[in-house]
């Protein structure tokens, strides 16, 4: 059953992207660690890591993608599932340095031990485990996501109302999280990260495997996500989107739809900030500013909004594009940010993917109808 429902996601647009995605994983290890450094295919451990961060933006605009693209949500917050995802993760990383922290506690955080703390908080057992861990990443922000949703979506919150919840909804995480007596860092956050599942982190070979991770998991949510909205509930997604009076009429729960929808995109939000830790090598406050996810929003609409695809291509760009250009021209970067965003909105609504399958739809359009007014002559004669 489950197989059938992924198997009905694959279109060649999905399995090229898939393919894409998996020889990346293992050709960019290939290229860091079985060529020598004086080759000029030669990948280095840098540039390995920034394309792993490319890529859990890639999942982030993915996870957005799926609830504003099909089921027209738009979320000025998916910052703070990100964040809590990687702040999941970053406990992880912090009780694996063990006596090896600068102050040499067991037990304790650096952070702890600096603010006096003489035992460890109720919330940090069992990050000790990875499998635990791990389950965090997904039930943190999937439980943030479903509490919000019960009560935004039962009382029909729409629109740039339900953005500005979301919006404020991770702003006061991002209060909550600097302050020191929270538990996890305060401004500082969490860092100097020794070990994950008892490899180091600032190995090659580890860098390598997370980012080989990191692809294959986008090309796993992008399955998901795509067997979601090619299905009979993605189809009334879209209704949801496009006339939700309409479908709460026929007799569809519009607000349990989108309440599953809306968790399990949170959830792929987390997995992508679990991802992004251990590659960066810190999670701090910051991820939770309103900002960021405003960024995120522009990736998807400059890839292509409801496309899938699109919001991956775009999240890759945007960010390559702000790597190069803050190097060289680090006080423009943000005019050129907005700038780009309000092109993309005047000259690309559809954004680049949605662009591209229009031109082509239109002009397999063109060539059918040319087809059938050459047949018509014929037919005649």
């Not at 090229?16 to 451990?45: F, G, R, W």
Request: glycine letters at 10%; charged letters at 15%.
């Amino acid at each position: 059953m489950i197989t059938a429902f992924l198997l009905r996601a694959l279109d060649r647009k999905i399995v090229m992207a898939i393919a894409i995605l998996v020889a990346l994983a293992v050709v960019v290890p290939v290229l860091s660690l079985a060529l020598p450094e004086t080759s000029p295919l030669h990948m280095p451990t840098y540039l390995v890591a920034l394309l792993g961060k490319y890529l859990t933006y890639a999942m982030l605009a993915l996870a957005l993608d799926l609830v504003w693209g099909f089921c027209g949500i738009l979320s000025l917050g998916h910052g703070a599932f990100f964040a809590l995802g990687g702040y999941a993760m970053g406990m992880y990383l912090m009780r694996q340095i063990g006596p090896r922290g600068v102050y040499g506690d067991p037990i304790l955080p650096d952070f702890m031990v600096f603010l006096n703390w003489k035992e460890l908080p109720w919330f940090w057992h069992g990050f000790d485990m990875f499998w635990f861990a791990a389950l965090m990443v997904l039930v943190a922000p999937g439980l943030l996501a479903f509490v919000f949703g019960w009560f935004a979506f039962r009382s029909r919150v729409n629109g740039v109302y339900l953005s500005i919840i979301t919006q404020a909804m991770t702003y006061a995480l991002l209060l909550a999280f600097f302050r020191n007596d929270m538990g996890f860092g305060g401004n500082n956050g969490l860092t100097d990260f020794k070990d994950i599942l008892g490899f180091n982190v600032q190995a090659d070979g580890t860098r390598a495997a997370l980012f080989a991770i990191t692809a294959l998991m986008l090309a796993l949510s992008l399955l998901l996500a795509s067997a979601i909205v090619r299905s009979k509930y993605g189809k009334v997604l879209v209704g949801i989107r496009d006339a939700e009076s309409r479908t709460r009429f026929l007799g569809y729960r519009v607000e349990h739809m989108k309440l599953f929808t809306f968790v399990v995109s949170a959830m792929m939000a987390g997995v992508a900030g679990a991802l992004y830790v251990p590659q960066v090598g810190i999670i701090n406050p910051g991820e939770f500013a309103p900002a960021n996810s405003i960024e995120v929003v522009i990736w998807t609409a400059v890839g292509g909004r409801a496309t899938l695809i699109g919001p991956i291509i775009g999240a890759v760009l945007v960010n390559g594009g702000k790597t190069l250009f803050t190097g060289l021209f680090p006080e423009f970067w943000l005019f050129a940010l907005g700038g780009l965003f309000v092109a993309v909105t005047l000259f690309l609504p559809k954004g680049i993917v949605g662009t591209i399958a229009q031109a082509m739809r239109s002009r397999s359009e063109h060539r059918a109808a040319a087809d059938l007014s050459e047949a018509k002559p014929q037919a005649a004669e």
